[in-house]
Structures are given as C-alpha cells and as structure tokens.
C-alpha cells in the first residue's frame, strides 16, 4: 500500500490548489481504508493536522482553515482531496496525506505519503 500526494505549488496569496492523496495496492476486501487525514508542517514548526475524514464522511478541520479549506474522498477511487481556496502566505508548508487502514486478518496500520510543497507568496 502506498499513499501519493499531488497538486502542490506556488499560488499568490488568496489564490486556490487543490491536493490530492491516491492510494494504491489497495484490494478489496483485504484493505479497507479508515480515517484520511491531511498534515502539514511549515518551517520551524510542529506537525499540525489540518483536516480529517472518517469512510462515512465526517470532517473536522483546523480552526484556521476552516471555511477556505475542503476535505473529501471518493472511496470508489481511494482517493481523498483537500481544496484550499482563499490561500494565505501562513498555510506555507509540505502537505502530507496519512491513511488508517485495516489489513484483513492483520490489523490496522497508519500509512503516509511523501508529502507536496505548498508556497503561498504574498
């Protein structure tokens, strides 16, 4: 299993990208894929969960990004998304996509991605 994060880059502040987490070797009915999260760690800083989505599609966002930033999947796909609208040069960070996902008959394991450069200039 694999997780792969696409659509960072360079945007001017109140600009818009949207990310993208594709997992892949996911079987069916061997992996089922839990919680996805999105990360982020700027410069200098900790780690921070920016927003977070159950299989059932409940979310949760990070005060600062609420009502810029929209989190979804689409579990036909495996794929979970993050559109980040109203940019500001504070959400500059690698973006990282993680996945809690259950391996039948194993357990649950937390996978990551490799993280994608977002850079918002003012």
């Known amino acids: 299993v694999e997780l792969v994060e696409s659509g960072g880059g360079q945007v001017q502040a109140g600009g818009s990208l949207r990310l993208s987490c594709a997992a892949s070797?996911?079987?069916?009915?061997?992996?089922?894929?839990?919680?996805m999260t999105w990360y982020r760690r700027a410069p200098g800083n900790e780690r921070e969960l920016v927003a977070a989505?159950?299989?059932?599609?409940?979310?949760n966002y990070v005060d600062s990004v609420k009502g810029r930033f929209t989190i979804s999947r689409d579990n036909d796909k495996n794929t979970m998304y993050l559109q980040m609208n109203s940019l500001k040069p504070e959400d500059t960070a690698v973006y990282f996509c993680?996945?809690?996902?259950?391996?039948?008959?194993?357990?649950?394991?937390?996978?990551w991605g490799q993280g994608t450069q977002v850079t918002v200039s003012s």
């Open positions: 993680a996945a809690d996902i259950y391996h039948v008959g194993v357990g649950k394991y937390d996978y």
């Open positions: 070797g996911i079987i069916e009915n061997i992996f089922r894929i839990n919680d």
């Open positions: 989505i159950s299989s059932g599609g409940n979310t």
